[in-house]
């Protein structure tokens, strides 16, 4: 006679309740790594490394370098910033990029992008331009969801005078045109 078979014990995730087979949140990987280490190699490899790091961030952190000294390693710190997922995100260069967009053949738009990054506000950027050039200027996301200011009209003859003089922060040389597709500077 054959033997019965054997109800399978089924081992599921505490923190989704899937099985550990099925499991792939973020917030499931520590339990994936104490109960489930043979399912995933990768991920135990992974945790290995994080806490490899973390190590020798404390280490750099107190002063005790493992490879090589200082200088060289806080100035690349600064300039690049590591967001989650391992992506780099780079600083952005200050500077104002004017662009002027003809639309209906001889409407134009002057679009000024990059301002806020000199500490101005947009909402009161947008009321000076619109009252110095009289014109209508408003804020409005861009293709990239920054927000710009558009101002009707062809005025990149004057703004980069006006600029200067209204918010000394930004200097003419942080001024750029796009002119054909090509940035220029202003200066």
């Known amino acids: 006679m054959a033997e019965k078979p054997q109800p399978v014990v089924v081992q599921y995730c505490q923190v989704c309740g899937l099985p550990p087979e099925y499991c792939e949140f973020d917030k499931c990987k520590p339990w994936l790594i104490q109960n489930a280490p043979d399912l995933y190699p990768d991920l135990l490899q992974a945790a290995n490394a994080n ?22 390693s806080e100035a690349k710190q600064e300039e690049v910033k590591r967001l989650p997922g391992g992506k780099i995100k780079k600083k952005e260069k200050k500077e104002v990029i004017i662009e002027k967009v003809v639309r209906n053949k001889r409407k134009c738009i002057t679009t000024v992008k990059g301002l806020e990054l000199f500490g101005v506000k947009l909402s009161d950027a947008s009321k000076k331009l ?44 942080s001024i750029f045109f796009i002119e054909d597709g090509k940035k220029v500077p202003a200066a």
């Open 51 to 72: 806490e490899a790091d973390k190590v020798a961030d404390q280490l750099q952190s107190t002063g005790i370098s493992s490879a090589d000294s200082g200088g060289s």
């Open 130 to 173: 619109g009252k110095k050039f009289a014109t209508g200027a408003s804020v409005v996301k861009g293709p990239t969801d920054k927000e710009q200011i558009d101002v009707q009209g062809d005025i990149s003859y004057d703004i980069v005078e006006f600029i200067t003089e209204t918010w000394p922060d930004v200097l003419e040389t």
